[in-house]
């Protein structure tokens, strides 16, 4: 079992920076809110600023100070502001109901509950860093749940692109024939292109609401499409047969992938049975003959051993990921 002893100073260590950690990202949530409230009333007093009225601009001004004076208060809390920004990134492309700072603190319980289990159970020094990978994990499944949202949204978007072209040529504005592939097509891309429509009908121009929509939905396929339509709305050109061809694009590439993902199916699947074959023998190897497993574990030489194997296997499979995952 384990001596309590010896943890009467670290575990208490260990709840203040789990404190001090879920206090400061209370902290950088507020102030990354204010933050965004600022740029918005920015925004939204930039036509009265154009038009000459002085107290627009001085409470702008006013605004601008307070924040920055906030700002530099915590200035040790810079890296936490970028963390936290990028986790709202990820969140929002995912399209998930969620707080930045509700996820780290569900990161922060899950490290913790890694952490105390192993320590409650009375196992090896060595399994406590598993706290560090239950810590990931909320993070890691918002991460599954973006790369799902955005390959749904890339498979769809061809056949979207279409339907913007034919409404184009039915004689629809661009604004129109967006707001008609957000009714018409599901969700995601249906509500990404609603979106557009959304904010540009508030005002703000088209351009800077297909550049957020750029910045929902990372993929080249959705920069190609900004770009075109940001060209043709300055220098004018055909909208709908631009958008054709890349559909067209689009659509060869999709079979092209497909063909290059049925090629390489066999090195997927030697990856597979690779990555998957010592696990299954050391579960087969515990089961049938316990004590002759677990010397690795309780043996200083096997405990490097299972350390330069594990290093080893990591190794073997990103290069095996590496091999059979070609980009088209």
């Known amino acids: 079992m384990v001596d309590w002893t010896d943890l009467s100073v670290g575990v208490p260590v260990f709840l203040a920076v789990v404190a001090a950690f879920a206090a400061g990202a209370v902290l950088i949530h507020e102030v990354a809110h204010r933050r965004r409230i600022a740029g918005r009333i920015s925004r939204f007093t930039a036509a009265k600023q154009q038009t000459g009225?002085?107290?627009?601009?001085?409470r702008t001004s006013l605004l601008r100070e307070e924040l920055t004076e906030k700002l530099s208060q915590i200035d040790w809390a810079a890296p936490f502001v970028r963390v936290v920004a990028v986790v709202e990134r990820l969140i929002e492309q995912a399209d998930m109901r969620i707080r930045a700072t509700t996820l780290l603190t569900f990161c922060l319980a899950?490290?913790?509950?890694?952490?105390?289990?192993?320590?409650?159970?009375?196992?090896?020094?060595y399994t406590w860093p598993l706290g560090t990978v239950a810590a990931l994990g909320p993070i890691l499944w918002v991460i599954w749940c973006r790369s799902r949202r955005l390959k749904e949204f890339e498979a769809q978007l061809p056949e979207a692109l279409g339907m913007l072209a034919r409404g184009l040529r039915a004689?629809?504005?661009?604004?129109?024939?967006?707001?008609?592939?957000?009714?018409?097509?599901?969700?995601?891309?249906?509500?990404?292109?609603?979106?557009?429509?959304?904010?540009?009908?508030?005002?703000?121009?088209?351009?800077?609401?297909?550049?957020?929509?750029?910045?929902?939905?990372p993929l080249v396929d959705v920069r190609f499409l900004i770009t075109a339509i940001s060209i043709q709305r300055q220098t004018g050109g055909d909208l709908a047969e631009i958008l054709d061809k890349l559909s067209y694009v689009i659509r060869e590439r999709f079979k092209l992938y497909g063909q290059v993902k049925a090629l390489t199916a066999e090195g997927r699947l030697s990856g597979w049975v690779l990555n998957a074959l010592p696990v299954i023998v050391f579960i087969?190897?515990?089961?049938?003959?316990?004590?002759?497993?677990?010397l690795l574990f309780r043996d200083p030489l096997g405990q490097k051993m299972i350390a330069i194997a594990g290093a080893m296997q990591i190794i073997g499979a990103l290069a095996i990921r590496k091999i059979v995952n070609i980009k088209v």
């Open 53 to 58: 009225t002085g107290s627009s601009g001085e």
């Open 284 to 294: 087969v190897l515990l089961s049938l003959n316990p004590d002759y497993v677990m």
């Open 171 to 217: 004689g629809y504005s661009l604004p129109a024939a967006l707001q008609m592939v957000g009714t018409e097509m599901p969700p995601p891309i249906g509500t990404e292109f609603l979106r557009v429509y959304e904010t540009q009908n508030l005002g703000v121009p088209m351009e800077e609401a297909l550049e957020e929509l750029g910045e929902r939905i």
């Open 110 to 125: 899950f490290g913790f509950l890694g952490l105390a289990i192993p320590i409650g159970l009375g196992l090896p020094a």
